[in-house]
Nanobody, 125 residues
Framework: QVQLVESGGGLVQTGDSLRLSCAASGRTFKIYAMGWFRQAPGKEREFVAAITWSGGSTWYADSVKGRFTISRDSAKNTMYLQMNSLKPEDTAAYYC??????????????????WGQGTQITVSS
């Protein structure tokens, strides 16, 4: 199994920056890719960004492209999400996830095998 722990959430103002971290432990050799998803109250969980673990290829949702940057440190088994120019609509619980099957559909949350507990980000206007 793979365990994921997010950290770095909080309350910020519009235009501020935050960096989320997701530390992976356990059978991390199984990880093909990792992603960030978010879920606001009353809404479905939505894709934010994803990265392949070995090659570092990245994907972003249009809503965060140019503002958020996903990265990983393989030596530390940690994934990051640098979030700049935060907006109130970025307010949500943010979850990291790991995928072990090699799917090409990294935007689909149903294809991820492991999930963190989530961390809340609230952006005030």
């Amino acid at each position: 199994q793979v365990q994921l722990v997010e950290s770095g959430g909080g309350l910020v103002q519009t235009g501020d920056s935050l960096r989320l971290s997701c530390a992976a432990s356990g059978r991390t050799f199984k990880i093909y890719a990792m992603g960030w998803f978010r879920q606001a109250p009353g809404k479905e969980r939505e894709f934010v960004a994803a990265i392949t673990w070995s090659g570092g290829s990245t994907w972003y949702a249009d809503s965060v492209k140019g503002r958020f940057t996903i990265s990983r440190d393989s030596a530390k088994n940690t994934m990051y999400l640098q979030m700049n120019s935060l907006k109130p609509e970025d307010t949500a619980a943010y979850y990291c996830a790991a995928e072990s099957g090699g799917t090409v559909s990294l935007r689909n949350p149903r294809l991820y095998d492991y999930w963190g507990q989530g961390t809340q980000i609230t952006v005030s206007s």
